[in-house]
């Protein structure tokens, strides 16, 4: 069945979270995720937190960047929160701003030998495999964790360009589309994930993850320019889902006919009113599940 969230952004003060997570839950919400975006919020820690506030609603972290995160940690982390939170925590991992993994020593020269190396250790890390591996990024020599995950856990991957996205079709169990993302881009994502795996002889379901922003009620697409401003998209990725509640879902229906599996609303970075926003998203979500 096809899910429908909402997104705790790290320009919303820490503490607010727990109630967010709980608010969200009564409103009939799927999911609620969480960014990790440096140099604000753990995403770690933070989709703990909203995990231990809730009891049936799924935790999400979108995305924890690779380059800042030994393989052999993010997996530790990943397993002990499987094990906490059995099948409620959905795991996104990227390449990061380069800007911001410069900042911190972190750039890699090739993001894409870095997601090639790091996605495939970190499935059969979780998987319970003893792995070596000696790559250009990622160096492990018999390394196995002591409390694996008792399920399987899908390991999604975030992408943009072309080459990124056929690669998170090829290494990783599911593909994050990021804000600014339109209905024919998951479509034409979707067709380039699905050659990708075909040519790499992988078969299965595959999740697509699409953020975008919405905003709700009269003057909606008015308020929205600002916030494609802070977020520098232009073009066709000025996009979002805007109106009345009918509006909304048929924007949202329009991402899942394109083949997303996954649809995250996104506020305005500083959403005046948290509460309503995330009552809003629920009464989408009745509408679409109902």
Not at 157 to 184: H, N, R
Not at 224 to 234: G, K, R, V
Request: hydrophobic share 45%; glycine share 10%.
């Amino acid at each position: 069945m096809a899910s429908l969230g909402t997104i705790f952004q790290p320009t919303f003060a820490p503490e607010r979270l727990r109630w967010a997570a709980r608010r969200a839950e009564a409103a009939g919400i799927d999911e609620l995720w969480v960014f990790e975006d440096c140099f604000k919020e753990s995403g770690i820690a933070a989709m703990v937190a909203a995990l231990a506030a809730t009891d049936r609603l799924r935790i999400g972290v979108g995305i924890l960047p690779m380059p800042l995160r030994n393989v052999a940690i993010t997996a530790m982390e990943l397993a002990t929160i499987e094990r906490l939170f059995p099948g409620r925590a959905r795991f996104g991992v990227g390449h990061g701003v380069l800007d911001w993994m410069g900042q911190v020593g972190r750039r890699v020269a090739s993001p894409l030998t870095l997601m090639r190396e790091y996605v495939p250790a970190l499935q059969r890390l979780l998987a319970g495999d003893e792995v070596t591996a000696d790559g250009r990024y990622v160096q492990l020599d018999a390394v196995r964790l002591g409390w694996p995950p008792e399920g399987r856990v899908p390991v999604l991957a975030a992408g943009e360009g072309p080459k990124t996205i056929a690669l998170t079709g090829t290494v990783a169990d599911g593909t994050v589309l990021t804000t600014g993302t339109t209905p024919e881009m998951v479509r034409s994502a979707v067709e380039r994930i699905a050659a990708a795996r075909h040519a790499s002889g992988r078969d299965g379901a595959h999740e697509v993850v699409v953020f975008t922003h919405a905003e709700f009620g009269e003057g909606a697409a008015e308020r929205m320019e600002s916030e494609f401003d802070l977020w520098n998209l232009s073009g066709e990725r000025r996009f979002a889902a805007t109106g009345p509640d009918a509006e909304i879902e048929t924007t949202v229906r329009r991402f899942l006919d394109a083949g997303a599996t996954t649809v995250l609303l996104q506020s305005r970075s500083h959403e005046p009113d948290l509460d309503g926003y995330i009552d809003a998203v629920g009464r989408i979500a009745a509408r679409l599940h109902g």
